[in-house]
């Protein structure tokens, strides 16, 4: 146990309580008080010092980042899912910032603080080419995404810098190494695995692209009028309902069972991951693949 020595006369423990070796006088306790409460409001003092800074500090950058844009387009996706596109034609910067699928900023809209984070959808080259940005955006009630989704075509929202690094495919090329590339995404997940799959990653030079995407039902499953293109883009489109309607014939339960069921990994160490949706499904998928053999740095996760 370690013991602090402050004076012949006094030691304190770990313990709750102070030992006393002798007796000690009421003047020794009273030159003593004054010292620890100066001490105590020298510490909140230089506390609320830096508190203030840091609050200035954020009140700058806040300032700084956020850039106004009108929104050009809000359609339904699927239930409870919207599409929504951003004109960030006039902020040429920002709009060549994004660089790399899996990249997200944060919206606020007017006369609300709370921002929301939102990965992009569209393909770097539709900002490049178009000055637009695109989100997959699910409404949830009293959230900022609600108030973004009910907004019309027109109106002004604000965008922060582009962030995050992304799905970095350099790892897993060049494609005839990694032949195998298994991407699972859950719901509004396939936001950035849109962008991915347009952007293009020479799925059509490899021997097995697998996409498991899951969702409740069809109805909630968004981007299926885009499941063909990725097809011919060479990635195989599983669908996979954990509530399917009557009549349904495909994939049943969670992604991680359909993909247990199905598995097919011939060579692991030339396999290549993308994780992007619900923490659960990622986290298992990964341990049955490292289970397997797949290295974990081959895995790319966004979630």
């Not at 952007?199 to 009028?225: H, P, W």
């Not at 991680?256 to 991951?273: C, I, L, N």
């Not at 949706?277 to 979630?303: C, W, Y």
Request: glycine share 6%; net charge positive; with cysteine.
């Amino acid at each position: 146990m370690s013991t602090l020595s402050f004076s012949p006369s006094i030691t304190t423990t770990t313990t709750t309580h102070a030992q006393f070796s002798h007796p000690l006088s009421p003047m020794f306790i009273l030159r003593r008080l004054p010292l620890s409460r100066n001490l105590r409001l020298s510490s909140r003092r230089s506390n609320n010092r830096v508190a203030s800074v840091v609050t200035a500090a954020a009140i700058r950058q806040d300032a700084a980042i956020w850039t106004p844009a009108p929104l050009s387009l809000i359609e339904s996706a699927a239930e409870s899912l919207f599409h929504v596109s951003i004109d960030v034609s006039s902020s040429p910067d920002l709009a060549a910032s994004y660089t790399r699928p899996g990249q997200y900023l944060q919206l606020r809209v007017p006369d609300v603080e709370k921002p929301s984070f939102l990965a992009i959808t569209s393909p770097p080259s539709l900002a490049a080419s178009r000055g637009a940005f695109e989100f997959l955006v699910k409404s949830i009630a009293g959230s900022t995404a609600e108030i973004l989704c009910g907004l019309k075509k027109g109106e002004t929202v604000e965008l922060s810098a582009v962030m995050g690094n992304g799905f970095d495919m350099g790892r897993v090329d060049p494609p005839e190494e990694y032949p195998t590339v298994l991407i699972f995404a859950t719901g509004s997940g396939i936001s950035p695995i849109r962008s991915l799959i347009e952007t293009g990653f020479g799925a059509d030079r490899r021997s097995d692209v697998r996409l498991y995407y899951g969702a409740r039902n069809l109805k909630r499953m968004a981007y299926q009028e885009k499941f063909k293109e990725w097809e011919s883009s060479g990635v195989k489109v599983v669908p996979v309902l954990s509530q399917p309607d009557d009549g349904w014939k495909g994939e049943t339960g969670y992604v991680q069972a359909a993909f247990a069921r199905a598995k097919q990994v011939s060579k692991p160490e030339a396999t290549g991951v993308v994780l992007c949706g619900q923490k659960q499904m990622a986290e298992e998928i990964t341990a049955m693949l490292v289970a397997d053999g797949v290295s974990n740095d081959k895995m790319l996760k966004n979630f």
